[in-house]
C-alpha cells in the first residue's frame, strides 16, 4: 500500500482544506445553515465546536485527484473538481438520510435528526449550489472557461443521473418483484455514475484525450459498481465486529440489495418467508440467510463483484496511468475491493 | 398593454416549448419521475394524460426574454437562461411545497401529495439539475463557453441565496421575534435574488455592459421585492373573489408577513393576540386585522412597495431599455405591482 499511503498522506489534507474553503460562510451570512454543514461534513458538533473523528473517506476526490496525476498533470489541476463531486456526494446523503429515516451517519447523529428534515432538505439544496460553484470557487483566475463549462455539466449530468437511481431505489421499496438487472440498472445511478464521474473529471482537467478520459470514466464505473455489491455482501455475510454495523440490518429492514434479489428470483421457499412475514425478527432472518446460502447467492454476487473488478483493472490499464498514481489507484482498489467491512 | 400583450403571445409559446425541450425525458429513462416533473409544471394530471389549466405565470423567464432584446438582442440568446431560472423556481417550489406541506397549487394536488414526500424531493433535486444542464442544451453549439459559465454560476449564485431565504423563512416560524429588516433580508434572498438574476441574465445572455446588466439585476431584485410586499397586502386586504384564495390565510397560520411584523413591533395589544391565543379561530383573525389597521400596517407596507417601484422604475430607466420591450418590462411592473389578485 506504500503509493497510496504516500497519496493520502498529501491528498487528504488538501482535499479537507478544499472542502472547508468553499464551505466557508461569507461574512453577513446566518450561522446556523454553515453550521449545518460544517455539522454534516464531521468538522463541529451540534453546537458548531469543532471535532476530531470519524468522517466520510473522501474516496471521491482522492479518486479525481489521483486520476488526473494519473493523466499526467499536477493534481491541483483537479482541485475544484475534486470538492465538487465530494460536495454532490453529501448533498446526495443528506437527502438521502432525510428520505430513509436514517438516524446515524459515520456514528453521529443525521443532520435533519437535529434540526429537523425541513432544514435538512434545505441545507442539502445548499450544498449542492456550493458543489457547482466550488468549479468556479477554486479554478484559478486564468482558468480556460472551456473546461470549467464542461466540468460543472458534467457534474449536473451526474446528479441527474444519481436522481435515476434514487427514484428507482425508493420505487423498489413498494414493489414487490424486482430483476437483478433491474438493481444493477438502480445502482449505476445511485453509485456508479458518481464514481464514474470522479475519475473521469480527474483526467479531464488533466486535459487528457477522449479516450483515456473514457477510459477513467469506465474505471470509476465498474469500481463503484463493484463496491456497492461488496457492500451488500458485506452486510449479509461480514463480520459484526469488523464492518461495525448490525449484521443483515439490510435483511431486517427488508432491502432489495443483490444476494436477496438473486435469492428471491432462484427460491420458491424464499419468496415464501417475504410474502407470509411482513416483519422480520432474528428467526427470520436467519431463514433468510439459510436460503440464501442454498442458492449460494453470495457465490453469485461474488462473482460480479469479479466481473466488475475485472473491468476496473482492464481500463486502468488501458488509460496507461502514470506509474507512481497508477500505482496508487490499484492499491485504491484493492483496498476498496478487499475490505472486510 | 399593448407591448406585453403582444410579446407574451410570441414569447409564452416559446418559453413553453424550451421548457418542455429540456423536461423531455431521454429513451429509456424511467417514464416516472418525468411525469412529476411533467404534472408539477401543469403540463399532465397524474396518470401522465396531459392536460391544460392553471400554471405558473412563467414570469421569470418573460423577464429574462424581455431584458435581452431591451438589451438589444434577440430573445433566442435568453432562451437558455430563461428556461434555467423558471425550473430553479419550480425546484424551489417543489420543496416549499413539502417543507410547508402546502396541500395545493394553482388548485391542484401537489406533488407531495401524490407521490409522497421523498419522491418530491427527489423530482426537487432532478428540476435543479436540469435548470443547469438547460442552460447547455438550448445554447447553440458555438456559444462561447465563458457565457455558458457564467450563466451557469450565476444560477448557482442565486440558488445559494434562495437557501439562504429559505433557511431564515423556516427559522423565522419558531422564532418569537423577527424584525422587519431581518424580513425584508429573508424575502431578498427568497424572492429578490431570483427575480434579479431573472432580468440580469437576460442582459447577460444580449452582451450588455456591465453597468447595463447590473440596472436589470436591481430592476429585477426591487420588482421582486415590491411584489412580495405586495402579495402580503393582498392576503390579508385583498377581495377573496379576486385573489381567489382564503383571506387573511398568512393571519390564521400566524405567518410573519411584513405588515404582521410591523404591527407586532407598533401594537402591545397585537403581541398579547399573538401571545394569549395559540390558535387563531375568526374572531382572533378580525382581532388581528383590526389591531394592523389601527397602527396603519397597510399603509406602511404600501409605502415599502411604493419605494421598491420607484427603485425598479429608476433602474431600468437608467439602462435605456430599447422601446419596444422596454415598454414591456414597464407594463409587466405596471401589471405586477397594481394587482388585485
Avoid at 471521491?60 to 454532490?88: F, K, M, N, Q, W
Avoid at 453509485?191 to 483515456?212: K, N, P
Avoid at 451488500?232 to 432491502?255: F, H, V
Avoid at 502514470?322 to 492499491?331: R, T, V
Wanted: charged share 20%; proline share 4%.
Amino acid at each position: 500500500m506504500g503509493y497510496l499511503e504516500t497519496y493520502f498522506d498529501r491528498l487528504l489534507p488538501i482535499i479537507e482544506a478544499d472542502l472547508r474553503s468553499v464551505l466557508t460562510p461569507p461574512e453577513e451570512a446566518p450561522a446556523l445553515p454553515y453550521r449545518m454543514l460544517h455539522y454534516h461534513m464531521g468538522w463541529v458538533d451540534a453546537h458548531g465546536n469543532p471535532i476530531e473523528g470519524k468522517r466520510g473517506k473522501r474516496l471521491r476526490p482522492a479518486i479525481t485527484l489521483l486520476a488526473c496525476e494519473a493523466s499526467g498533470s499536477h493534481y491541483d489541476a483537479a482541485r475544484p473538481a475534486g470538492a465538487a463531486v465530494e460536495l454532490i456526494h453529501n448533498f446526495s446523503l443528506l437527502h438521502d438520510d432525510v428520505q430513509d429515516q436514517s438516524q446515524t451517519r459515520h456514528g453521529r447523529a443525521t443532520t435533519w435528526t437535529i434540526w429537523g428534515a425541513n432544514q435538512a432538505i434545505n441545507t442539502g439544496d445548499m450544498m449542492y449550489a456550493l458543489a457547482n460553484l466550488a468549479i468556479r470557487r477554486l479554478s484559478g483566475q486564468g482558468t480556460d472557461p472551456a473546461l470549467l463549462a464542461r466540468q460543472v455539466f458534467l457534474v449536473n449530468d451526474t446528479c441527474l443521473e444519481l436522481t435515476r437511481g434514487q427514484h428507482l431505489d425508493m420505487a423498489f421499496e413498494t414493489r414487490d418483484e424486482v430483476s437483478v438487472e433491474e438493481y444493477l440498472d438502480m445502482i449505476s445511478g445511485k453509485t456508479g455514475a458518481l464514481t464514474a464521474t470522479s475519475a473521469q473529471i480527474g483526467a479531464i482537467a488533466a486535459g487528457a484525450s477522449a479516450e483515456v478520459c473514457e477510459h477513467y470514466r469506465q474505471f470509476g464505473f465498474n469500481l463503484g459498481m463493484a463496491f456497492q455489491i461488496q457492500d451488500d455482501i458485506l452486510d449479509i455475510w461480514g463480520d459484526e465486529q469488523q464492518t461495525g454495523k448490525q449484521a443483515a440490518i439490510d435483511i431486517y429492514q427488508r432491502k432489495k440489495s443483490l444476494p436477496v434479489l438473486y435469492g428471491l428470483a432462484q427460491s420458491e421457499s424464499l419468496r415464501a418467508l417475504y410474502r407470509d412475514y411482513p416483519v422480520f425478527a432474528a428467526a427470520e432472518v436467519s431463514q433468510v440467510i439459510m436460503r440464501l446460502d442454498e442458492v449460494d447467492a453470495r457465490g453469485y454476487a461474488r462473482e460480479l463483484v469479479q466481473r466488475y473488478t475485472s473491468q476496473t483493472l482492464e481500463h486502468l490499464r488501458a488509460a496507461k496511468p502514470a506509474e507512481e498514481a497508477g500505482q496508487a489507484l490499484l492499491e485504491l482498489v484493492g483496498m476498496l475491493l478487499n475490505r472486510q467491512k
